[in-house]
Antibody, heavy 121, light 108 residues
Framework: EVQLVESGGGLVQPGGSLRLSCAASGFTFSNYWMSWVRQAPGKGLEWVAN????????YYVDSVKGRFTISRDNTKNSLYLQMNSLRAEDTAVYYCARRIRTDSSTYFDYWGQGTLVTVSS | SYELTQPPSVPVSPGQTARITCSGD??????AYWYQQKSGQAPVLVIYEDSKRPSGIPERFSGSSSGTMATLTISGAQVEDEADYYCYSTDSSGNQRVFGGGTKLTVL
């Protein structure tokens, strides 16, 4: 059974940093692209970042470029999101998601339960 | 920036058919995907590549796409189908990855 378990969320002041983790199990982690998707309170879903199987390609939504860094450790079956210079508008539940990417198709097939990040003074 | 447009809400009576639409300029060339999100839970994939249903998703869920509009159809809606539904796709270049604004399905 595919399982994705996020951790690391919490309350942080504006300008602060936080590192999210996602522990994956039930599948061969190193075979898949992985992603972070977030959801602000009462709002819709927003894709945040993608990382290739070997970490050689990374992509970000414009609003987090230069502040967030996605990474992975395939020896630990873990995905990370380093978030720096946090802003109030980064407040959201952050979901880890397994990404399917083929020549013609790209989507998220499994999601974790999410971890809440609150940016407030 | 690329946008996918969904109606904010769709009401349906139990046992009736609900249709949720998603419009986007690139949909003639790009697949649409649909996610169900129940209150306080993570999203679940219910339709991929316009019309394919993942294992474990009830047959009452189906998808279609024509021109610039994709449609999620729930035939014989159940009370447990009450949730927010989001479409997902990319722009024609594949560089912008976007979700629609979401549609709240109310079954009553």
């Amino acid at each position: 059974e595919v399982q994705l378990v996020e951790s690391g969320g919490g309350l942080v002041q504006p300008g602060g940093s936080l590192r999210l983790s996602c522990a994956a199990s039930g599948f061969t982690f190193s075979n898949y692209w992985m992603s972070w998707v977030r959801q602000a309170p009462g709002k819709g879903l927003e894709w945040v970042a993608n990382i290739k199987q070997d970490g050689s390609e990374k992509y970000y939504v414009d609003s987090v470029k230069g502040r967030f860094t996605i990474s992975r450790d395939n020896t630990k079956n873990s995905l990370y999101l380093q978030m720096n210079s946090l802003r109030a508008e980064d407040t959201a539940v952050y979901y880890c998601a397994r990404r399917i990417r083929t020549d013609s198709s790209t989507y998220f097939d499994y999601w974790g339960q999410g971890t809440l990040v609150t940016v407030s003074s | 920036s690329y946008e996918l447009t969904q109606p904010p809400s769709v009401p349906v009576s139990p046992g009736q058919t609900a249709r949720i639409t998603c419009s986007g300029d690139a949909l003639p060339k790009k697949y649409a995907y649909w996610y169900q999100q129940k209150s306080g839970q993570a999203p679940v994939l219910v339709i991929y590549e316009d019309s394919k249903r993942p294992s474990g998703i009830p047959e009452r869920f189906s998808g279609s796409s024509s021109g610039t509009m994709a449609t999620l159809t729930i035939s014989g809606a159940q009370v447990e189908d009450e949730a927010d539904y989001y479409c997902y796709s990319t722009d024609s270049s594949g560089n912008q990855r976007v979700f629609g604004g979401g549609t709240k399905l109310t079954v009553l």
